[in-house]
C-alpha cells in the first residue's frame, strides 16, 4: 500500500543525532503520615511515632524499581547524616513505605530520599519532637520494619540504630506527649515541582509552514528536512514531521501505521515495549515506548494524528524525562499544525525527480565487480567506523541492515528514487537524511568515513 512507502520515509527523514534515555514513570504524590492511609498527614513525628511514606508512581511499568532511604539528618546523640534504613519496592500504582523503632526516636531533623529507578526523585524532610532526651541510638540494634503491601518489597534490609531501655516514667511521660498529637500535627508542604525551561522568543515554524512548537532556550537545530524539524542538546531532543499517506486511514490501518512507525524508529532489530497508550480528546493518539539501543536503555513519546489524509508526528526523547516533563507538557501545549501546507509542502504521489547526490559520490562499478540481479540495483555500504552502524533505505524497497564496524553490506533494489538515514547508536556517527536514484543494473557505493 501506498502509504508504506512514505511511512518509511519520513522515519529517514528524521535524523537524530544522538540516543536518550528517559522514563515515563513518575512520582506523581508523596507524603509522610502517621498511619498507612496517609489520613493523619503531617511532617512532625513524637518520639513514639512510626513513620509512614504514602504515595502513587503514575505511568510506571511494572518492573519500576522505587526505593526509600531515611536518614537522621541531625538529631540528638546521632551522627549526622547517619542513614537509618532503606527499603525498595517494585511495580506502580500506590505505595507506602514505614519505618518503626522499639525504643523512642531521638528529637531533631531526619529525610527520606525517594530513588525511581536509582534516580533521586523526591526528598521529604520531618522532624521529630517530644519532651523527652532520648540518648543516643546504638547502631548495634535493630528497630522494628513494618511490612509493605503489595507490591511486594524486594529487599528489607536491617535498621541499624535503636533506643537503649527506657524507664517506666520515661515511658509515662512520652505516652502524655503523644496524647498532644493534635497540637504537633502540621500538614506536609507539597514538594517543589520541577519547572519549565524558558523558551525561546519566538516558535519554530517549519519552512513549509505545516507545524510549529515552542523551543527551551539553548536547544539547537539538529536537523531540518522538507517534512521534518528536530531540536535538541546534549540530554533531549523534540521533532515533528509528517507525510501524506494519500487516504484517510481505517482505524486497522492508522495502527499499522503507529506499530511501523515506532519499529523504523527503534530499527528492526530492536525490541520495543509500549508502556502507554491512550487516544487524546483532539483525537490524537498519544503513545510511550521503552526500549534498549545497545546497552543503554531509552524512552521516546509520541503523538499520532491525521488530518485529512497527511498523517503527522509529534516526538520527545530524553535522559531526563521527570525534570523536563513540564518543558515537555508546554511544548505539547504549543505544537500546532496545519494540513493544507503539509499537502502542498509534500503531495502523496512522488514523481520522479532529478538524483540527489549522498553525501558520499557514487563511484561507478568496475568491470570485474558485482552485478546486480535483473531488474534491479545494487547498493553497497561499508561500514568505516568503529562502531555498529545501522543504514536505514526507503523508496520502493524498505530495508534496514546494521553494519558492523570494518564490514560492508549489499542492498538489492528496485529502480527508482531512495531517501538514506545513517546512524549509530549514542550518536557517536550520524549522517543527515539524503536521498539518491538507481536504476535497473546499476550499482551503487556509499560509506561513512
Not at 522538507?226 to 495502527?255: K, M, P, Q, W, Y
Amino acid at each position: 500500500m501506498r502509504k508504506s512507502v512514505f511511512l518509511v520515509a519520513l522515519l529517514a527523514a528524521l535524523s537524530l543525532a544522538c540516543n536518550f534515555s528517559f522514563s515515563t514513570a513518575n512520582i506523581e504524590e508523596a507524603k509522610l503520615a502517621r498511619d498507612e492511609a496517609g489520613t493523619e498527614q503531617t511532617t512532625v513525628f513524637d518520639q513514639a511515632d512510626e513513620f509512614y511514606l504514602v504515595g502513587q508512581l503514575g505511568n510506571a511499568p511494572d518492573d519500576t524499581k522505587l526505593k526509600a532511604v531515611w536518614t537522621a539528618v541531625d538529631a540528638d546523640g546521632v551522627e549526622p547524616n547517619y542513614q537509618l534504613d532503606e527499603k525498595e519496592l517494585t511495580g506502580g500504582g500506590d505505595f507506602y513505605f514505614s519505618l518503626s523503632n522499639d525504643q523512642l526516636w531521638p528529637v531533631g531533623a531526619y529525610k527520606v530520599d525517594l530513588y525511581l529507578n536509582e534516580e533521586l526523585g523526591r526528598t521529604l524532610e520531618f522532624t521529630v519532637e517530644g519532651d523527652v532526651v532520648a540518648e543516643a541510638p546504638e547502631p548495634t540494634a535493630e528497630p522494628t520494619a513494618t511490612p509493605e503491601p503489595t507490591p511486594e518489597p524486594t529487599a528489607e534490609p536491617p535498621l541499624e540504630p535503636t533506643e537503649p531501655p527506657v524507664d517506666d516514667e520515661t515511658l509515662s511521660r512520652a505516652n502524655e506527649a503523644l496524647s498532644d498529637n493534635d497540637i504537633l500535627t502540621v500538614e506536609a508542604t507539597e514538594e517543589p515541582e520541577y519547572e519549565p525551561l524558558a523558551f525561546q522568543a519566538e516558535p519554530y515554524q517549519h519552512p513549509s509552514g505545516a507545524f510549529s512548537f515552542s523551543v527551551p532556550e539553548g536547544w539547537e537545530l539538529v536537523n531540518e528536512t522538507d517534512t521534518s524539524g528536530t531540536f535538541g542538546d546534549d540530554n533531549s531532543v523534540v521533532g515533528a514531521i509528517f507525510v501524506d499517506v494519500g487516504e484517510v486511514l481505517s482505524l486497522a490501518d492508522f495502527n499499522d501505521f503507529v506499530e511501523n512507525f515506532l519499529i523504523g524508529y527503534v530499527g528492526e532489530e530492536t525490541e520495543y515495549e509500549v508502556v502507554d497508550q491512550e487516544p487524546q480528546p483532539d483525537d490524537s493518539l498519544y503513545v510511550a515506548i521503552s526500549y534498549t539501543d545497545g546497552e543503554t536503555p531509552s524512552d521516546a513519546d509520541f503523538f499520532f494524528e491525521q488530518r485529512e489524509t497527511v498523517m503527522f508526528v509529534l516526538l520527545f526523547d530524553t535522559f531526563t524525562y521527570n525534570e523536563l516533563r513540564p518543558t515537555w507538557d508546554e511544548i505539547i501545549a504549543s505544537y500546532t499544525v496545519d494540513a493544507d501546507a503539509a499537502l502542498a509542502a509534500a503531495p502523496a504521489t512522488v514523481e520522479p525527480a532529478a538524483s540527489v547526490q549522498p553525501t558520499v559520490a557514487p563511484e561507478p562499478v568496475e568491470p570485474a565487480g558485482p552485478v546486480a540481479p535483473a531488474g534491479k540495483g545494487l547498493l553497497f555500504y561499508n561500514n568505516k567506523t568503529d562502531v555498529d552502524f545501522t543504514i536505514d533505505v526507503i523508496g520502493p524497497t524498505n530495508t534496514s541492515q546494521t553494519i558492523p564496524p570494518g564490514q560492508t553490506r549489499e542492498f538489492v533494489l528496485d529502480p527508482g528514487k531512495y531517501a538514506v538515514n545513517a546512524h549509530s547508536a549514542g550518536g557517536k556517527y550520524y549522517v543527515p537524511s539524503y536521498e539518491f536514484e538507481i536504476a535497473a543494473g546499476q550499482v551503487l557505493y556509499d560509506g561513512v568515513q
